[in-house]
């Protein structure tokens, strides 16, 4: 019998706040637990989270697409799941028959359980035996990951508890705006706050900015894609006035030389021209990073890290970590804020394209042999690695890529960069499967829906911004015919005649996820869900940090106190320098030296002027709402509150293009257009333009991104991008923003 009351945790941000769901005759109720990440506080995301449970459109029957109605809209079959699986194998197998192994391919999240994420990369590569998965992540943390590895030689978002925090005097906080993405998290940096040392780089006058004000700290506005070289500036005055902790860098680093040289360029004066930050508070922000070194912390957010540069600009922000001496002592150091739910755990076990369980390289022989001998299968089998979400995205259906393609836990019409070029991707896709909770955008696409679980319907574990494996637990079975993606792989296995094991139960996967990841840099190999479920009540207060190993059962909450990740157990420094306002990035063969170009005038832009100016376009979260909105718009408050995109714009910008508060505006970059409701705002640049990324249609802000990415982590450009804006010729007309309820409309019998 299913319990009547859970503890587990929010469905939403890698914060993953704990919560209690209890179920009573009225429904499901929801209270926050106390935690030392939450400390039982919620978002409003987080305090609505159950009303996703009784949603009136929640997807509860296989559906198959036969054709089309008169309005444009899908029409939809409903099948038995033997029926569903049969179909999606036949043409699975039908494609690879004629396209190669290659011809099918996955595409996951990380809101995934660990559980399904392993289990995904690990059906991928020896059901399918295809080399093309990856996962959304990839839009996410990928550049920090890469930074990481590179410098550090591991990959932790932060390798510290997040109570650390609360206990220092100075943060420097690089693109991040978790006031708005992560509240709870706030209550962490109350002492620097109080301490007038939070400083804050952000274009905008952010919520998070806002802090700083009133002797809280310093805000620093540099130019969108310009943190590299403000990062350099600093880093500049710091060596400058020899301020380095050069005990710790002979001590604890190689590469310090080349890059003490490398910021010679960068003195104040020259990166105020490049940044747009004034040289005096450049200054500032060094006085206030050097004051106190054993309460002193760097960290990174999406702000830093996605642009073609990204992992340049991490690198940056970990260099200047080590020039202090902050990295692997007690009450310092460098971190990065994860975004998604899972962002740890899903990339840490098999869903990247370049990895397999325990965050081991696919190219490593030893690597290979290990996981291959857990799963009991040859080496050989398992192909070799895949490429990078943007590029396996934007090749649907191209001779170059998959024919077939089965999206899990992601909304990639809304999500992904270059939105219209991955739409008509999915139209030339000879068969596309979506699993999801509801009917995405996304899955209106699919020749094949797949109703899966939501949070509180399932067991597993998730891995929070800090490492720290949580459990996930189950309060009610799912609804109708709904199915686990555990069951579905395993069926799907069988039918595919595929060796090893495929479980069924969130334990007995993640027991074999332990073993598969023994040894590797994330280690989970002394936990299980038994323990875990014995620290109910304090299992966020005891470490259960990765790694996790039999000879260090209690995890390991700080990372680097004694050696980095690298076999000298050195972080190895390394020297960066802006590229040039071209953005000229190798996106591997056939792509080589592309340029973005300047964008278009938007079209259908008369509006009261005539006018229309470049802007550089920003994007970013709301408070209301989580990733491409498929569940927060299905939330009458939420949806309520942000019914739909707003494009930020100063009113001096506004008013030289006859744009008033609540006009509709016109966006065009060189890839595609958009267009977004008015919205004046004093807190943002005047070359500036600030757009949410959570609605659908036409005010899906990446339409505008192009597909161009960094070339080690292969993040797109989404914070840093031309475009031009003008006013609408006409009024605008309601947004397609608000998530239709009805069930999905069934062909007649």
């Known amino acids: 019998m299913a319990p009547s009351r859970v503890a587990t945790h929010c469905p939403y941000c890698a914060l993953q706040c704990a919560i209690t769901l209890t179920r009573t005759p009225d429904g499901v109720q929801l209270a926050p637990r106390d935690s030392p990440t939450n400390r039982g506080g919620l978002c409003r995301k987080g305090w609505t989270a159950a009303e996703l449970l009784s949603a009136g459109d929640r997807l509860t029957r296989p559906l198959r697409r036969v054709g089309t109605g008169d309005d444009g809209e899908p029409r939809w079959e409903p099948l038995s799941w033997d029926d569903a699986l049969d179909l999606m194998v036949n043409q699975f197998r039908h494609i690879q028959q004629r396209h190669g192994r290659d011809g099918v391919g996955i595409f996951g999240g990380a809101s995934l359980t660990t559980e399904r ?73 109350a002492t620097a706050r109080a301490a007038g040392g939070l400083i804050v780089i952000d274009p905008r006058r952010s919520v998070t900015a806002a802090l700083t004000e009133s002797g809280g700290g310093l805000h620093l506005a540099p130019r969108p894609g310009t943190d590299l070289a403000l990062l350099l500036g600093i880093t500049h005055v710091i060596v400058r006035d020899g301020l380095t902790d050069q005990e710790y860098l002979a001590e604890r680093t190689t590469g310090s030389a080349s890059v003490l040289a490398s910021v010679a360029q960068w003195w104040p004066e020259r990166v105020e021209s490049v940044t747009g930050v004034a040289a005096n508070q450049i200054e500032q922000a060094a006085r206030l990073l050097t004051r106190d070194r054993a309460g002193t912390y760097v960290l990174t957010g999406r702000g830093a890290e996605q642009h073609v540069d990204g992992v340049d600009t991490v690198i940056a922000a970990i260099d200047l970590a080590l020039l202090l001496g902050l990295p692997g002592r007690v009450r310092s150091g460098w971190g990065t804020l994860t975004g998604q739910g899972n962002g740890q755990g899903a990339r840490e076990h098999g869903q990247k394209a370049d990895q397999l369980p325990g965050y081991r390289m696919i190219t490593d022989p030893a690597a290979r042999k290990h996981v291959a001998g857990v799963w009991g299968v040859d080496p050989q089998v398992i192909p070799g690695p895949g490429i990078p979400a943007a590029r396996l995205l934007t090749t649907l259906g191209t001779p170059d890529g998959v024919q077939g393609l089965w999206i899990n836990g992601s909304n990639v019409v809304i999500s992904a960069p270059d939105v219209e070029e991955v739409t008509r991707g999915l139209k030339r896709l000879e068969f596309l499967v979506v699993s999801d909770f509801f009917l995405s955008e996304t899955a209106r696409h699919a020749d094949l829906v797949l ?21 996930r637990r189950r309060l009610d079975p799912p609804p109708g015919e709904v199915r686990d993606e555990l069951w579905i792989m395993a069926e799907l296995a069988k039918r595919l005649g595929a060796p090893g094991t495929f479980s069924t139960q969130a334990a007995e996967v993640f027991e074999e996820l332990t073993r598969a990841s023994a040894g590797g840099k994330a280690d989970y190999s002394g936990l299980t869900h038994a323990e875990l479920d014995e620290l109910e009540g304090a299992e966020e207060t005891n470490a259960r940090q990765w790694p996790v190993t039999p000879v260090s059962p209690r995890g390991t909450p700080r990372m680097f106190l004694e050696r980095f990740g690298h076999p000298d157990g050195l972080a190895h420094m390394i020297s960066v ?26 079209p259908g832009a008369t509006g009261a002027t005539g006018a229309d100016v470049e802007l550089t376009l920003t994007t970013g979260r709301l408070l209301e709402h989580y990733q491409s909105g498929t569940q927060t718009r299905r939330v009458a408050s939420l949806n309520a509150a942000a019914p739909e995109a707003r494009a930020h714009i100063h009113p001096v910008v506004a008013a030289s293009i006859g744009a008033h508060d609540g006009a509709t505006l016109l966006l065009a970059s060189a890839v595609g257009t958009a267009r977004a409701t008015v919205a004046l705002d004093t807190d943002i640049a005047p070359h500036t333009v600030f757009l949410p990324f959570h609605f659908a249609g036409e005010h899906t802000v990446n339409r505008l991104i192009s597909a161009v990415t960094d070339p080690v982590s292969g993040m797109p450009e989404f914070k840093a991008v031309r475009v031009r804006v003008a006013v609408a010729a006409t009024e605008p007309v309601a947004a397609d923003t608000a998530v239709e309820s009805p069930e999905p409309q069934e062909a007649p019998a």
């Open 577 to 602: 320098q802006p590229r040039s306002a071209a953005r000229r990035i190798n996106l591997g063969p056939g792509h080589d030296r592309v340029v973005v170009p300047a964008p278009p005038p938007p």
């Open 117 to 189: 994420a392993y289990q995904l990369g690990k059906f991928a590569r020896i059901a399918l035996r295809t080399s093309r998965i990856d996962y959304n992540g990839r839009f996410c943390m990928s550049s920090a990951a890469a930074a990481a590895n590179a410098v550090l030689g591991l990959d932790r978002g932060m390798p510290f508890p997040l109570t650390d925090l609360d206990q220092a005097r100075t943060v420097l906080l690089v693109g991040s705006n978790p006031a708005q993405t992560m509240p709870p998290f706030i209550q962490h940096l």
């Open 451 to 471: 109703p899966v679980a939501q949070w509180a319907e399932e067991e597993g574990t998730m891995t929070n911004l800090e490492g720290r494996v949580l459990r």
